[in-house]
RNA sequence: UCCUCAAUAGCUCAGUUGGUUAGAGCAUCUGACUGUUAAUCAGAGGGUCGCAGGUUCAAGUCCUGCUUGGGGAGCCA
């Protein structure tokens, strides 16, 4: 077709759907979902991502010519130029009416991978470079910006620091497993010392490093100044865990706070996370209610139950006390001093409390070294949030301020102290109690979306044996 | 990493006890239809049955190994 005017600037479709200027010119761009129609007229549904709503384009074929709508297919890019009117049918309250239509990108209805149908899950993530231009990950990218957005709001309203903690680490002991190694080394041909070992003198950094694999020790130095911080960055864990819960690269939230006890931690813990699903269902309706609808029908319910209820508190002594006399069958038997397996974790959220859980005071043992010990000698001021469906969303703690606790502690562990004494340093100025945790970000989304693998709310999940896209 | 299930057309799947030329729906292509809504209707094309071995007169089907994917477990966020 010939064009002849479209110098006009584009309206997003969102904004023109909820548009009553009826009769008057508009411009929109996006991508065609569907053409349909006969030899008098076509339908077009086109979405340029602003909403997971189409637009619906009506184009008197006579007009235009069947032969220049043939390039019109599902996955194109179009520019189209038309009237806004009211639509005869049902499916949509306003449409546009074409006047002129250029086609910028053309695609091979034989080849384009996308179907008009529905696909699994597991097809599109062969297809990462073209699902987002679905309506699931449409909706998922909007949900998660929405997310982003809104971790910084909170944090920004409450006064909190955003702080960047490095990527790449020299400490090989943050204490949350196995690390991916950062090196320039020709490892072709690596240095050696005369004891046979590899001579990281002559890496870049001139000593081993690794991508982090939490912010935590660096949120600490800065909380002990700016009195309540948070991170929010990339993570990276080299562990082989091939579940629907881990990623090799994902994204997590740390706040941490001086001055806050556990129990605050707790409080900001409930209220950080409440808040963030008060956004999305706020914010993030028609994506909501997409995937309400397509995947999960108490998503919705849910999310509202968790904005309007307590979390239930208890400890982990109280938690295994419940665990005992559930008469439950667990394959994996409940005693004092073990960590809780999965399967009861899940009776508590899911059968014993039905609602979020925050489990206290674990014992030391299976925590970590930096958590402040309780005076019974046996528990630490750990605290687990746990979801329905997701597990553990959260993992934090009152951290150990005192100077020989923490010291004592680390001989004990036989922690390695050579690449942390900055760590320690802050128990000697200074020393102040404080708190905080880390909020698994794509875990958070997992919740808000519904979805249950945690490959399709990420745009590029890092997996064992898989990096592509 | 362990346990378990699976892999057949572009996609989702069926394929009987091992037995003739491997099927369906959707998608695609062609045509029909004056307002469609995953449009509808008619017809057509489309297959190295994941890969490599093995058993057998005969393998999509049985056996072994490998690869990839799903679910469960561990590690955790």
């Not at 001055?259 to 699903?277: H, I, T």
């Not at 001021?381 to 004592?408: T, Y």
Request: glycine share 6%.
């Amino acid at each position: 077709m010939q064009v002849k005017n479209l110098i006009m600037k584009r309206i997003k479709i969102k904004e023109l759907l909820q548009s009553k200027e009826f009769n008057k010119e508009f411009v929109i761009e996006g991508w065609v979902r569907t053409r349909r129609g006969n030899k008098n007229v076509n339908f077009i549904a086109i979405n340029d991502g602003s909403t997971i709503n189409n637009m619906q384009v009506v184009v008197d074929v006579p007009v235009f010519g069947e032969e220049s709508l043939k390039n019109i297919t599902t996955g194109a890019c179009v520019k189209v130029k038309g009237l806004l009117v009211n639509s005869q049918g049902q499916g949509q309250t306003v449409e546009i009416h074409a006047k002129e239509i250029l086609v910028y990108g053309t695609a091979d209805t034989e080849t384009f991978p996308l179907q008009k149908k529905g696909h699994t899950l597991e097809f599109l993530r062969t297809i990462a470079h073209l699902r987002p231009r679905t309506n699931t990950f449409g909706a998922i990218l909007r949900i998660r910006h929405n997310m982003a957005f809104a971790i910084h709001k909170y944090f920004n309203d409450k006064g909190f620091c955003y702080v960047h903690t490095p990527i790449i680490t020299g400490s090989d002991c943050e204490g949350a497993g196995q690390m991916f190694r950062v090196s320039t080394l020709d490892f072709n041909n690596l240095p050696k010392t005369e004891d046979g070992k590899i001579d990281f003198s002559q890496d870049f950094f001139g000593k081993e490093t690794n991508l982090t694999v939490s912010g935590q020790l660096e949120g600490e130095l800065a909380a002990m100044a700016l009195s309540e911080i948070y991170t929010f960055g990339p993570t990276f864990r080299a562990e082989n865990s091939n579940t629907p819960r881990h990623l090799a690269e994902f994204w997590m939230i740390e706040p941490e706070m001086a001055f806050y006890d556990l129990e605050d931690n707790m409080n900001l813990a409930q209220d950080f996370v409440q808040y963030l699903v008060k956004y999305a269902l706020e914010n993030c309706k028609d994506d909501l209610e997409f995937l309400n609808n397509m995947y999960d029908k108490e998503l919705i319910s849910r999310l509202e139950f968790v904005v309007n209820n307590d979390f239930k508190r208890l400890t982990y002594t109280e938690a295994v006390d419940i665990l005992v006399k559930s008469g439950e069958k667990f394959e994996y038997p409940v005693s004092w001093g073990t960590d809780l397996q999965s399967e009861h974790e899940r009776y508590l959220v899911e059968k014993h409390f039905n609602k979020p859980v925050i489990l206290i005071d674990y014992p030391k043992e299976i925590k970590a070294f930096y958590m402040k010990q309780n005076p019974d000698g046996k528990t630490v001021r750990a605290m687990d949030v746990l979801f329905p469906k997701i597990g553990e969303i959260i993992g934090g703690s009152q951290r150990e301020e005192d100077f020989n606790k923490l010291n004592d502690r680390i001989k004990e562990l036989n922690i390695p102290t050579k690449d942390m004494w900055w760590y320690i340093d802050t128990r000697k100025f200074g020393a102040a109690p404080h708190s905080g945790f880390g909020l698994g970000f794509e875990r958070l989304i997992l919740f808000v979306t519904g979805m249950a693998n945690i490959r399709d709310v990420i745009p590029f999940p890092r997996t064992p044996k898989n990096a592509e896209f």
